[in-house]
T-cell receptor, first 118, second 112 residues
Framework: AQKITQTQPGMFVQEKEAVTLDCTYD???????LFWYKQPSSGEMIFLIY??????QNATEGRYSLNFQKARKSANLVISASQLGDSAMYFC???????????????FGKGNQVVVIP | EAQVTQNPRYLITVTGKKLTVTCSQN?????MSWYRQDPGLGLRQIYY???????DKGDVPEGYKVSRKEKRNFPLILESPSPNQTSLYFC???????????FGSGTRLTVV
């Protein structure tokens, strides 16, 4: 079963506007981490923000914030005041904290393409 | 600086010519992994390693080998590359547990 779902089609966003990228996840673990990565056209994977399952406050990192709704199992990324450099693919990911045994890999969604237009 | 160093960044090779993509991390991470990224298929795990001398297959291990003789290094070996291994490859490392990955800068491999 897919652990991370990102279903939005490619998005065009006006510069300086906010954009929300949706992410839902599936886990039965109590301990897990949620992550967002940015992949620009150059290809590298850039870590943006982290939310722990026990964190009560929504995570924020500069212009990035994570809208964490645990009961709904959603972890939406909000980018405020979009810039041209925000044009990229964005990946939501989750890692369960089961144990040191087995492959508790980071599970990725399919990604959201964002294009910021001037 | 904490980082994962992956080389080469770009590689064009011919079918059947053995190649190695190197990966090294300086964060003393136990967990290391290789992924390939293809359009429409997302990131797929090739192999992973929980610690030194402990490696196992991911989702798409066919045609690849790995080794973990030292904690910091986790090379990816293609013994006989084929065109269907043309892809963007990422090495990543992390602590074990609910922690994110630190990624290498990626290797764009083309097999002709």
């Amino acid at each position: 079963a897919q652990k991370i779902t990102q279903t939005q089609p490619g998005m065009f966003v006006q510069e300086k506007e906010a954009v929300t990228l949706d992410c839902t996840y599936d886990t039965s673990d109590q301990s897990y981490g949620l992550f967002w990565y940015k992949q620009p056209s150059s290809g590298e994977m850039i870590f943006l923000i982290y939310q722990g399952s026990y964190d009560e406050q929504n995570a924020t990192e500069g212009r990035y914030s994570l809208n964490f709704q645990k009961a709904r199992k959603s972890a939406n990324l909000v980018i405020s005041a979009s810039q041209l450099g925000d044009s990229a693919m964005y990946f939501c990911a989750m890692r369960e904290g089961v144990s040191d045994y087995g492959n508790n890999r980071l599970a990725f969604g399919k990604g959201n393409q964002v294009v910021v237009i001037p | 600086e904490a980082q994962v160093t992956q080389n080469p960044r770009y590689l064009i090779t011919v079918t059947g010519k053995k190649l190695t993509v190197t990966c090294s991390q300086n964060m003393n991470h136990e967990y290391m992994s290789w992924y390939r990224q293809d359009p429409g298929l997302g990131l797929r795990q090739i192999y992973y390693s929980m610690n030194v001398e402990v490696t196992d297959k991911g989702d798409v291990p066919e045609g690849y080998k790995v080794s973990r003789k030292e904690k910091r290094n986790f090379p990816l070996i293609l013994e006989s590359p084929s065109p269907n291994q043309t892809s963007l490859y990422f090495c990543a490392s992390s602590l074990n547990g609910p922690y994110g990955y630190t990624f290498g800068s990626g290797t764009r491999l083309t097999v002709v």
